[in-house]
């Protein structure tokens, strides 16, 4: 099993910016990829980045391409998801993801072990 914590979560003025953690143990070492998600009232949990442990390789979706950076520190078996230029839209609450796999990473079936969330809140 794997557990992982997101934090860093808060309310932020739009514009600002936050810097989301996601403190990873267990049998981490089963894992290929970490992914960040984000679900709104109302709507489907979207996906919005990737990050593999070996080679670092990241992916993002297109809507947050440019504001949003995904990192990792192996050491710490921590990701990280730095977001920028926050807007209203942002509001949702955001989960951390763990994967065996190294494909299908966009979707949600990929991911074996999620995170309790984090809530973000964007002011206008």
């Known amino acids: 099993q794997v557990q992982l914590v997101e934090s860093g979560g808060g309310l932020v003025q739009t514009g600002g910016s936050l810097r989301l953690s996601c403190a990873a143990s267990g049998r981490t070492f089963s894992t290929n990829t970490m992914g960040w998600f984000r679900q709104a009232p109302g709507k489907k949990r979207e996906f919005l980045a990737a990050?593999?442990?070996?080679?670092?390789?990241?992916y993002y979706a297109d809507s947050v391409k440019g504001r949003f950076t995904i990192s990792r520190d192996n050491a710490k078996n921590t990701i990280y998801l730095q977001m920028s230029s926050l807007k209203p839209d942002d509001t949702a609450v955001y989960y951390c993801?763990?994967?065996?796999?190294?494909?299908?990473?966009?979707?949600?079936?990929?991911?074996?072990?999620w995170g309790q969330g984090t809530q973000v809140a964007v002011s206008s």
């Open positions: 990050v593999t442990w070996s080679t670092s390789t990241t």
């Open positions: 993801a763990a994967s065996t796999r190294l494909v299908d990473l966009s979707r949600d079936y990929a991911y074996d072990y």
